[in-house]
């Protein structure tokens, strides 16, 4: 088996991201030499966009707003199931991830961030939540860090607090959806979310870890909570870390 390749490298707080290569489609990216992200194993990433665009329904010109980039299989999911008069907003936080997806990443995803439907922001998503118009987004997809589970899972969180999931439905239009992945399910997430959300949490199941998708719609009347599992080979996806870039 060939060896990993470091490609391409810079330097942040959290340490030296890495982007590494073995053969012509295997690629890793690292933190401090901490595997963040594989090619090998992006299934749930792709549930998240295509359970979000179920959700949505038939929506003739949907504005789709994703929060991390990554190797960008989410957004490939997205293009996949969204109609050509879709518009789809892309944050990232890091723009050497944008770089790479549209460089050595770009034959994983066809290409995906040259899409004529994709914009694509370097900033933080909390902030463009905040900043956004009431009834802007048809859905909001999270895909960052380990979602709520674990550290991200406080009350105050700047994406999954109580205070943030009143912009988060604010941002979203009346039939909008909220999709989030996370690490593992979060009761407390699910409690904060069904204040103003009637959610769905999808989940794979059978060996390896058990990665949640909470797909909420905002609350109209009482708030409801349901249990979901997705496909068997959606729990295939692996990390030796637990936490994703902040992407």
């Known amino acids: 088996m060939q060896p990993w390749k470091t490609i391409d490298s810079v330097d ?3 340490g030296r991201l890495d982007l590494r290569q073995r053969g012509d489609r295997s690629f890793l990216i690292t933190i401090a030499g901490r595997v963040l992200m594989t090619s090998e194993a992006h299934r749930s990433e792709m549930d998240l966009a295509t359970l979000a665009n179920a959700a949505m329904g038939d929506v003739a010109r949907p504005h789709v707003l994703i929060a991390g980039l990554g190797m960008g299989y989410t957004l490939r999911a997205a293009l996949d199931c969204l109609p050509q008069a879709a518009k789809i907003t892309v944050v990232e936080l890091n723009p ?9 990443l770009a034959v994983l995803t066809k290409g995906a961030t040259s899409d004529k439907r994709v914009t694509t ?3 933080d998503v909390a902030r463009v ?3 956004a118009r009431p ?23 700047p994406l999954y607090g109580m205070a943030a999931l009143k912009r988060t439905a604010a941002a979203l239009k009346p039939e909008g959806v909220l999709a989030v992945w996370s690490e593992e399910p979060s009761q ?3 409690d904060r979310v069904a204040i103003d959300f009637r959610v769905e949490r999808h989940r794979g199941s059978g060996g390896g870890r058990r990665h949640a998708i909470y797909v909420a719609k905002p609350a109209i009347g009482r708030p409801r ?3 979901r599992p997705l496909p068997e080979e959606a729990h295939a996806k692996k990390r030796v870390e637990r936490r994703r870039p902040r992407s």
Do not use: K, M, Q
Not at 141 to 156: K, S
């Open 225 to 227: 909570f349901a249990s």
């Open 96 to 104: 050497v991830v944008v770089a790479w997806c549209a460089g050595p």
């Open 129 to 131: 939540i905040a900043d």
């Open 135 to 157: 009834g802007t987004y048809d859905a909001i997809v999270l895909d960052l860090y380990e979602g709520p589970f674990g550290d991200n899972g406080r009350a105050h969180d």
């Open 121 to 123: 922001i370097v900033a």
């Open 188 to 190: 407390a997430f699910e």
């Open 12 to 14: 942040t707080a959290e």
